[in-house]
T-cell receptor
Framework: DTGVSQDPRHKITKRGQNVTFRCDPISEHNRLYWYRQTLGQGPEFLTYFQNEAQLEKSRLLSDRFSAERPKGSFSTLEIQRTEQGDSAMYLC?????????????FGDGTRLSIL | DAKTTQPTSMDCAEGRAANLPCNHS???????VYWYRQIHSQGPQYIIH???NNETNEMASLIITEDRKSSTLILPHATLRDTAVYYCIVRPYNFGNEKLTFGTGTRLTIIP
């Protein structure tokens, strides 16, 4: 399977704990995106990377959230001191060069549940 | 980003063509129309995109009106596996405007 891979698929944790998600993009894609989706809503943009550089962050990405892509390959999204409102599906997508107008391809997400 | 308007839900009989409309009356000249769908518990799946010409691939056809203010996604022979939420998105074709802005989409139900 050469699609976008996310791990874990499900995470259940207690309020106040830290969690980290991983995304492995399609191998030749230099752009990587994170989105969040709550029940009944479409995905909302969080942040994106071109190679290892984080180029844009949404206002949704509070100080408790941090994303990295250290070698321009896989990415991690960490949430510190989780809150009830963080319960959502966290989606990762990747794409090639924007000038070739390649679409973003999504993984199947990590579903986070805060107890 | 330009906004899109889609019906909340639609039904279609299995084997018939499903036609999903989308209005994007404020679309700019450098904005493409993208269609994605999302099957329950999965990530969004890319279907097709276009600028002003009609497009067709193995999944669907995209018909864009001449004034570009609306479009229709056509699934030619709908199957039960096409039951999903379909999102119509417009996005500029330039560096720095790469995020996809999803609405709530159209929930398409294929009826046996």
């Amino acid at each position: 399977d050469t699609g976008v891979s996310q791990d874990p698929r499900h995470k259940i944790t207690k309020r106040g704990q830290n969690v980290t998600f991983r995304c492995d993009p399609i191998s030749e894609h230099n752009r990587l995106y994170w989105y969040r989706q709550t029940l009944g809503q479409g995905p909302e943009f969080l942040t994106y990377f071109q190679n290892e550089a984080q180029l844009e962050k949404s206002r949704l990405l509070s100080d408790r959230f941090s994303a990295e892509r250290p070698k321009g390959s896989f990415s991690t999204l960490e949430i510190q001191r989780t809150e009830q409102g963080d319960s959502a599906m966290y989606l990762c997508a990747s794409s090639g060069d924007v000038y070739s107008n390649q679409p973003q391809h999504f993984g199947d997400g990590t579903r986070l549940s805060i107890l | 980003d330009a906004k899109t308007t889609q019906p909340t839900s639609m039904d279609c009989a299995e084997g018939r063509a499903a036609n999903l409309p989308c209005n994007h009356s404020t679309i700019s000249g450098n904005e493409y129309v993208y269609w994605y769908r999302q099957i329950h518990s999965q990530g969004p799946q890319y279907i097709i995109h276009g600028l002003k010409n009609n497009e067709t691939n193995e999944m669907a056809s995209l018909i864009i009106t001449e004034d570009r203010k609306s479009s229709t996604l056509i699934l030619p022979h709908a199957t039960l596996r096409d039951t999903a939420v379909y999102y119509c998105i417009v996005r500029p074709y330039n560096f720095g405007n790469e995020k996809l802005t999803f609405g709530t989409g159209t929930r398409l139900t294929i009826i046996p």
